[in-house]
Structure formats: structure tokens, C-alpha cells
């Protein structure tokens, strides 16, 4: 009987530890698979694979967003009205022959004068616009105002005249004519472009006949390009005018008139004999 009971027990011992051996296995998945068995198939997902094709913005706004792409350089900035200047490529460079070009605050000589170039040579143009005259004018590229293109290109006299800058003052080298006894003179600076003979400043006088030379103020008989000539005029009135007589290179007697513009304040050359 004991044997019997020792049996027994030793069976039941046996079933409880199939039994939880058992209830330790897997259940399987819906789709087929075990738990274990989809950690695996994430793992081995290629990473060079499009993936999600939304970005993740981690809490990043759509402003973020928006700075991120102003970060990127727009090279197509300018507007149909943007009119200030024209594209880089559509600039060019011209020669002014003359120190003394005039420079106006904008493309007119309705506008402020503003001064002269100082220097001849090379100038970048970056705007052109032609005024109710006709004249075409180029923007300079330094901003500091605009040029008369027509004039500059239909410029053939071997002399100029224009206000006088600090630059030629401060150099001293040049030939003085100066007034006595005038307190209110204008400095002129006529220069020559080639060697000219009998150079004449004689004032014109107004009369019911018209303009008059009156008596030689001024008289020197070479101005060549390297010194050029100061001269203290008056300009009493809005008829006031000067006509300067010189011998060109190739022996033709010229003359040319100056005087103050009453549109603008400068100073103004025109052809004319008296």
C-alpha cells in the first residue's frame, strides 16, 4: 500500500512540472508573429530606406521653418519695381575725358548740382536715364549722383572750363589771373586737352546790339594739359558772360562762351564768336 501511495505522488509531481512548463511558452501573435520575433524585423528595417516622407519637426513652428529657408541666399531679389540700379552685368564703364565733368543729384539739370569728378579716367555706370530733353545721364557707381552721357560723348573741344575744386587749388600748380578789389569772385578753372596758343578772356558786355567783347581781362600765350589756368571772375548778373579766344593745334582760332546757368547755379560752355 505504501508503494502504491509513493507512486501516486511521484505522477502528480511529474504532471505539475509539465504543466508549468507549459504555461511559460510564446503565445503567438495575431499576424503569425511573437513578440520577439517583430523587435527582430524593426532591427534589420534598412536605414538608407525612405522611411516616413513627413519630417519631424520635434516641436519645431512653421517659423522656425520659415528661417531656415530665408538662411538660404535668394538670388533672384529684385523686383519688377525695383528700378534704383540695373543688374551687375548690365553695367559698363565709361571714359571721362574732363576733371571738371559736372555731377547732378539726378538725371536732369532741373536737379541740385552737386559737384565735378576731379579726375578724368574710367567711371562704372550702373543706370541710365534720358531726360525731357533728350540727354541721355548714367548713374555713377559711387551714388554720388549722375552724368550728362550725351555731353560727355559729344565732347570734342580741346578746352574746359568749370568751377575750380579744392584738389587744383591745394596742388598750386596751376596759372592765377585774379582781380583786384572784388568781393565776390568765382574761381575757374580752364583747362587744356592739347597745347593751345593766345589764350583771351575778354568779358561780354550786353548792349542794345546784343553782346559786346570788352576789354581783354586775361591774356597768356601757351596753356598747355599739365597747368592749367585759375581764373577769378565775376558774374555781377544773370547777363554776365565771358568768351575765351585761344589757337587749337592745328591753328583754328576758337572761341567759347562761359557763363552762370539761372536754371542751376553752374557753370556753362557754349560756342560762339563775338
Known amino acids: 500500500m505504501r508503494k502504491i501511495i509513493a507512486f501516486l505522488l511521484v ?10 512548463q507549459k504555461s511559460g511558452e510564446e503565445t503567438p501573435a495575431a499576424d503569425g508573429t511573437t513578440a520577439q520575433g517583430t523587435q527582430n524585423t524593426e532591427k534589420e528595417e534598412p536605414t538608407g530606406g525612405e522611411t516616413d516622407k513627413t519630417p519631424e519637426t520635434d516641436g519645431a513652428t512653421s517659423d522656425n521653418a520659415e528661417e531656415e529657408y530665408d538662411a538660404v541666399p535668394d538670388e533672384d531679389t529684385e523686383t519688377e519695381d ?30 541740385n548740382y552737386v559737384g565735378v569728378v576731379s579726375e578724368a579716367g574710367v567711371y562704372t555706370i550702373v543706370e541710365e536715364a534720358t531726360d525731357d530733353e533728350g540727354n541721355l545721364w548714367g548713374k555713377l557707381k559711387s551714388g554720388v549722383g549722375w552724368v550728362d552721357l550725351t555731353e560727355i560723348r559729344s565732347f570734342d573741344w580741346p578746352i574746359s572750363a568749370g568751377f575750380a575744386d579744392e584738389k587744383l587749388l591745394e596742388s598750386g600748380n596751376y596759372h592765377h589771373y585774379t582781380v583786384e578789389n572784388q568781393d565776390y569772385i568765382t574761381q575757374v578753372a580752364i583747362r587744356a586737352y592739347e597745347e593751345l596758343s593766345y589764350v583771351t ?4 558786355e550786353f548792349t542794345d546790339d546784343g553782346f559786346v567783347a570788352g576789354e581783354a581781362v586775361f591774356y597768356i600765350e601757351k596753356l598747355t594739359p599739365d597747368k592749367p589756368l585759375v581764373a577769378d571772375l565775376t558774374f555781377p ?38
Open 11 to 20: 505522477l502528480i509531481t511529474v504532471f505539475s512540472l509539465v504543466g508549468c
Open 82 to 111: 525695383d528700378t534704383s540700379s540695373l543688374p551687375v552685368d548690365s553695367s559698363y564703364t565709361e571714359k571721362i575725358t574732363r576733371p571738371d565733368q559736372q555731377i547732378f543729384g539726378g538725371p536732369s539739370y532741373d536737379y
Open 237 to 274: 548778373g544773370d547777363m554776365s558772360m565771358y568768351t575765351i579766344e585761344f589757337t587749337t593745334a592745328k591753328g583754328a582760332d576758337t572761341y567759347i562762351r562761359i557763363y552762370i546757368s539761372g536754371r542751376n547755379g553752374t557753370l556753362v560752355m557754349d560756342d560762339g564768336e563775338f
Open 201 to 204: 578772356i575778354y568779358p561780354m
